[in-house]
């Protein structure tokens, strides 16, 4: 089975200040990893995955996460937070296997940036 | 979102109805899916299919059927909806059976009264 785990349902930064948004995944083998972003009344926006090789990964509007083997974690992170990053950030992992593979997501994490 | 559009946008209907949700997309993509969005739980997969007459179930597919009798069009049916099936539902598609990453629909907002 794999599973995810957000342990913040919700992050407060300033606005410039650099955000963290923590995710750890239990999966056997190697994983594909997600990261999506829901704003109100809206559908999940991919914003970046590893897939293999480089251990960070940049996405969109200027996230970035870091694939962390050991640790089992994959942290979404940017350096400057904006007011329009608010919005419930969604983790989700996957394990490639010979037959159909699904993504399963956490629970979401609220990122609340301030002016 | 380009693509992928889902039917009715919100719905509201009395306990013990059937209903249907309607997922379609014009991307030609082989797997398809459907979640359910709930505070606290985030999104758990209902039912997913990979391609025509071809499905299989998710973690929380109790209540629930699917169909896919082309390859554009998903059906989600709540056979005799409950109120604990008031929820926000997705579909989403993929074009590898390796869920190397979905594209979502807009969501339908259901309500079970």
């Known amino acids: 089975a794999q599973s995810v785990a957000q342990p913040e349902d919700q992050v407060n930064v300033a606005e410039g200040n650099p955000l963290t948004v923590k995710c750890t995944y239990s999966?056997?083998?190697?994983?594909?990893l997600f990261w999506y972003v829901q704003y109100p009344n809206r559908g999940l926006q991919f914003l970046l995955k590893y897939i293999t090789g480089d251990n960070l990964v940049k996405g969109s509007y200027g996230f970035e996460a870091e694939f962390n083997k050991s640790q089992t974690s994959f942290h979404l992170k940017k350096p400057s937070a904006l007011v329009s990053d608010s919005a419930l950030y969604f983790c989700?992992?996957?394990?490639?296997?010979?037959?159909?593979?699904?993504?399963?997501f956490g629970k979401g994490t609220m990122l609340l940036v301030s002016p | 979102d380009a693509g992928i559009t889902q039917s009715p946008r919100h719905k509201v209907t009395e306990t013990g109805t059937p209903v249907t949700l309607r997922c379609h997309q014009t991307e030609n993509h082989r797997y398809m899916y459907w979640y359910r969005q709930d505070p606290g739980h985030g999104l758990r997969l209902i039912h997913y299919s990979y391609g025509v007459k071809d499905t299989d179930k998710g973690e929380v597919s109790d209540g629930y059927s699917v169909s896919r009798s082309k390859t554009e069009d998903f059906l989600l049916t709540l056979e005799s909806a409950t109120s604990s099936q008031t929820s926000v539902y997705f579909c989403a598609i993929s074009e590898s059976r390796q869920a190397e990453g979905y594209t979502f629909g807009s969501g339908t907002r259901l309500t079970v009264v």
């Open positions: 999966v056997s083998g190697n994983p594909y």
């Open positions: 989700a992992v996957s394990r490639p296997n010979s037959g159909y593979s699904t993504l399963t």
